[in-house]
């Protein structure tokens, strides 16, 4: 069966430090993979998509970026911090062709900036 | 470009009463609709999902809901509610042509009462 990993749970960083969340998929290949975030009180944002290596569509321009390394890795970046990217931040994936397939999420990241 | 609407942001009901969940939509064409749970700090988990067919569709952990076009809304059900119940529910929306976002409404959050 499929699982899909996010670590960490929680971070904590000051502003202007960098960031780097890191987010895992098993039991598939070749998944579409994204990341949403969720700020409190609000529906899910998203954020970046993949469609295969190398290959990231922004859906927001901000202070974040995404790549894709391999097949089932997806990595949300950050250079500087802002106050602002504080949030929770949850990667999902979904088998790639049928518009009907369903997200499937990780267990998310709180994200405190201070 | 697809949006959807949850107009309850909060609801509050005992346990053992029947539950309805509003959502409507807003697509051109019938969508692909999704419901999903998120337990507090959790990631989301898929209940039920709709594509085409029989407009009432049965999801895990006893819910349902019911698809209507004329109404563009897509109401999650259960006829009993129990206190593992409370969670914020989200609403989703894809359009089904290769479209790659799926829409997130602003959640409502549930209260389950003894």
């Known amino acids: 069966s499929q699982t899909i990993h996010q670590w960490p749970a929680t971070l904590v960083q000051p502003v202007g430090s960098p960031l780097s969340l890191e987010c895992t998929v098993e039991?598939?290949?070749?998944?579409?993979l994204y990341w949403y975030r969720q700020a409190a009180g609000r529906g899910l944002q998203l954020l970046f998509y993949s469609v295969g290596i190398g290959q990231i569509s922004s859906e927001v321009p901000q202070n974040l970026s995404a790549s894709r390394p391999q097949d089932r890795q997806f990595i949300l970046s950050s250079k500087k911090l802002l106050l602002s990217d504080s949030g929770f931040y949850l990667c999902?994936?979904?088998?790639?062709?049928?518009?009907?397939?369903?997200?499937?999420f990780g267990n998310g990241t709180r994200l405190t900036v201070t | 470009a697809q949006s959807v609407t949850q107009p309850d942001i909060h609801i509050t009901v005992s346990e053992g009463a029947s539950l309805e969940l509003r959502c409507n939509y807003s697509?051109?064409?019938?969508?692909?609709l999704f419901w999903y749970v998120q337990s507090p700090g959790q990631g989301l988990q898929l209940l039920l999902k709709y594509f085409s067919g029989d407009t009432l569709v049965q999801g895990i952990k006893g819910f349902e809901a019911e698809f209507k076009r004329s109404q563009s809304s897509f109401n999650l059900r259960k006829p009993s509610v129990h206190w593992s119940d409370a969670a914020e529910y989200f609403c989703?929306?894809?359009?089904?042509?290769?479209?790659?976002?799926?829409?997130f409404g602003t959640g409502t959050r549930l209260t389950i009462i003894p």
């Open positions: 999902a994936w979904r088998l790639q062709g049928p518009s009907n397939s369903p997200l499937h």
């Open positions: 989703a929306v894809r359009g089904n042509f290769g479209n790659e976002k799926l829409t």
């Open positions: 039991g598939t290949s070749n998944p579409n």
């Open positions: 697509y051109g064409a019938t969508p692909y």
